[in-house]
């Protein structure tokens, strides 16, 4: 009986466990990102320092538990009846099940040896539906106040999580500037989303998930604060630079605050940009009978990633080899073998010479390139060998949907063959597959 009780205890510690990862501590790497600002908390007080640390739901080991509040459950209300449906036993919860990670979050921060403030929180995160522990944006951020003396200092954020015992440590510097005696004094910029246009609070608006634009989050705001002593017009002059220190987005308006502290926001259309790496830049002026007095200047970087469109965060040698059906002889060559340097403005070079619209900021065409070849990589790909390597992945890439596709499964006598025509430019292309394994080769191509 021993060994079977050990079995049972095993296979139940096992499938008590959601998202299990393999590998030891060391190389656990989740997506953790901590930021550095300064925040207003009033008028009458001087601005507090903010430490914003941002993990990924993904990366937190949940345990099947017992959960007792199903009020505070972040789901859909139908999807939470149908779960109270199946666990209720006559009016009360009979052992409701779901998930939930635990972890902890710990900030030093130290000038030379002296330590000048240190935080600690523990929290939680529970959900009923095992997909909701692997959310595609399940971006969660807490902030820790401290008050700091100005000066240079550095700082180390620990997150433990309390289920794997995993653990990471990232170290930072940061400057706390001198109190102001100026007119004005402009406090840090916030990058942030979701944000309240009436009454902004970059505490409670979603911060840019790891300073980066995807998919789901196209657009964002610049927060600032502006404390004035007295009443006054000021030039606001924004701007956005791409790698190339080109300008891609600029904007310049006059602004009049009133005395006191004023919470602004500030649009930006990071839907206009293409993939990459950005500096935002934020320049506030004063002028007086149109002489400039004073000014200060802020920057964020940030990045901006859109599926199917390569960028940093692409696989630049995949990309490059993919431009094999575009791009022949020397020059594929030449960029092929170049190192990662010049292979990568090589890259972004060709791209601009072929961009059908130059004075947009996205090109379209390449766009439509590699979503061409993330289609056929899905596709047409059989065994190990990859979709777009494959005769159909190439036609596909090249010329896009066909207008009409005629399939045949095949018989005894005959394989399976699919034929692909383009009504505008009059061309087909027969596809076998000869073997019978799903490596359907062109055998005959018509009006190429």
């Known amino acids: 009986m021993k060994p079977l009780c050990l079995w049972l205890l095993l296979l139940m510690g096992t499938v008590a466990l959601a998202q299990d990862r393999p590998g030891d501590m060391e190389a656990w790497e989740p997506d953790f990102a901590v930021q550095f600002n300064e925040h207003y908390r009033s008028a009458d007080e001087p601005p507090v320092q903010v430490f914003t640390c941002m993990l990924d739901v993904a990366d937190l080991q949940f345990r099947r538990r017992s959960l007792d509040h199903i009020e505070n459950w972040p789901c859909q209300g139908d999807r939470l009846a149908q779960i109270a449906d199946d666990s209720l036993s ?13 972890y902890e979050i710990s900030l030093e921060v130290r000038r030379g040896k002296q330590l000048l403030a240190s935080r600690y929180q523990r929290f939680q995160h529970e959900t009923p539906i095992f997909d909701e522990t692997m959310p595609k944006d399940g971006l969660r951020w807490h902030h820790f106040e401290v008050e700091l003396s100005p000066g240079p200092c550095e700082w180390w954020v620990e997150f433990v999580d309390l289920n794997s015992r995993h653990r990471q440590t990232l170290h930072g510097e940061c400057k706390v500037s001198e109190p102001s005696r100026d007119p004005w004094d402009l406090a840090g910029v916030w990058l942030i989303q979701d944000a309240d246009t009436t009454q902004p609070d970059p505490l409670t608006a979603r911060p840019v998930r790891f300073g980066s634009l995807n998919e789901q989050s196209r657009d964002f705001a610049v927060f600032y604060e502006l404390y004035s002593r007295d009443s006054l017009s000021l030039r606001l002059s924004t701007r956005i630079l791409d790698h190339h220190k080109r300008v891609r987005h600029s904007r310049q308006l006059e602004r009049h605050f009133p005395a006191g502290l004023a919470r602004n926001l500030l649009r930006i259309p990071g839907g206009e940009l293409g993939s990459g790496e950005y500096t ?3 320049l506030v002026e004063e002028f007086d009978h149109g002489k400039l007095v004073r000014s200060e200047e802020r920057h964020e970087q940030f990045r901006v990633h859109w599926k199917h469109t390569p960028g940093e965060g692409f ?20 960029m092929r073998d170049a190192p990662q340097g010049f292979k990568q403005d090589m890259f972004r070079d060709f791209w601009e010479k ?12 390449m766009r439509e390139y590699y979503r061409r070849a993330a289609y056929a990589d899905a596709r047409f790909g059989w065994a190990r060998f990859a979709g777009w390597r494959s005769d159909r992945g190439r036609i596909y890439m090249i ?4 207008d009409y596709v005629e399939r045949s499964g095949g018989d005894v006598n005959t ?12 061309r087909e292309f027969l596809f076998v597959d000869s073997r019978g394994f799903g490596e359907y080769r062109q055998v005959d191509t018509y009006n190429q």
């Open 399 to 402: 010329y896009g949907d066909p």
């Open 315 to 334: 696989d630049l040698n995949l990309a490059v080899e993919q431009l094999h059906y575009v791009m022949h002889g020397r020059h594929y060559r030449n």
């Open 90 to 102: 006559g009016d009360r919860a009979a052992g409701l099940l779901g998930y939930r990670a635990q």
């Open 354 to 365: 072929v961009d059908p619209t130059p004075e947009t900021e996205l090109n379209e065409l």
């Open 415 to 426: 394989p399976p063959w699919e034929r692909w025509v383009y009504e505008d430019s009059g």
């Open 280 to 282: 935002f830049e934020l």
